[in-house]
């Protein structure tokens, strides 16, 4: 299909959809942030309501609930923050290679609840085409749940879901991806606050020396930076510097990955098994 006959087919998807009161999973991406503005406009039509859920998670950086405050605010929706400790109460504190269908389970059966509650039956989530293609095993968990993925069953891929974001002038069109910091460690390695704290203080240091695509993955004492590869030279320019700060954070060694920054890395032995 053509990007047209995506957008056609998506914005179908949700008329349907908006018929009836909706909750919207919301993490304050571009992927849910734009599926947020589609739904907010398609209940206007029909005289529904939309509630955004996001999910207060100690796994990812704490600013992504403060980008989500903005953007539902933006496009105004009813917006419910739910916290939650998945670490202690998800099963994934040895980050198993099942972590991330233990997580999206334990997380969108609290947010069914939510819904529940608010008398709402249909649950929609960002997942996007791209996503269908990669190591998701939360994927299983949303399907068990019957969480709905519009934009997934539209065919759209990440980059059709940045245009379209930018055609609805969404602030968050151009933000980069921010997984779950447990996706910084290996499989296998004990999860710790103290560690992905210093993880994410170290990802928001490279952001604000101008690198976009960022991820520091821990394996053991080393460090492994990733970074796009046309920002390499960049921050070789800046090594000492960037040396100094990260040792003040407590790691070891820091390399620089060759290949440059690559969204699942730490999944390609799976992948390769599979």
């Known amino acids: 299909m053509t990007y047209k006959e995506k957008k056609k087919k998506l914005l179908g998807l949700i008329d349907e959809y908006a018929k009836q009161d909706i909750a919207v999973a919301f993490s304050g991406g571009v992927d849910s942030s734009l599926l947020l503005k ?109 969480v709905c993925s519009p934009i997934a069953a539209a065919g759209m891929t ?50 604000g020396k101008g690198f976009y695509n960022v991820r520091l993955r821990l394996h053991g004492d080393i460090l492994r930076v990733e970074v796009d590869e046309e920002s390499m030279e960049k921050l070789l320019s800046i090594k000492k510097e960037v040396t100094a700060y990260f040792k003040g954070l407590g790691f070891l060694y820091i390399t620089l990955d060759l290949e440059g920054f690559r969204s699942g890395s730490m999944d390609i032995k799976i992948t390769k098994e599979s």
């Open 158 to 207: 990440k980059e059709e879901v940045r245009k379209l974001a930018k055609e609805y002038e969404i602030s968050v069109s151009n933000r980069p991806s921010t997984p779950c910091m447990a996706t910084r460690l290996p499989y296998g390695d004990a999860l710790s606050y103290e560690k992905m704290n210093q993880l994410e203080e170290g990802e928001e240091y490279l952001r």
């Open 38 to 146: 589609i739904v907010c406009e398609a209940t206007k039509k029909w005289g529904t309501k939309v509630y955004a859920i996001t999910m207060h998670t100690k796994l990812h950086p704490m600013k992504d609930v403060e980008i989500a405050k903005k953007v539902a605010a933006e496009v105004g929706a009813e917006h419910e923050i739910l916290y939650v400790d998945e670490l202690a109460q998800a099963g994934i504190e040895n980050n198993p290679e099942n972590r991330c269908y233990l997580c999206k389970k334990f997380l969108f059966t609290k947010a069914k609840e939510v819904a529940e509650q608010k008398g709402v039956t249909v649950i929609l989530d960002g997942t996007n085409e791209d996503d269908l293609h990669q190591y998701r095993p939360g994927i299983q968990a949303l399907k068990e749940l019957g």
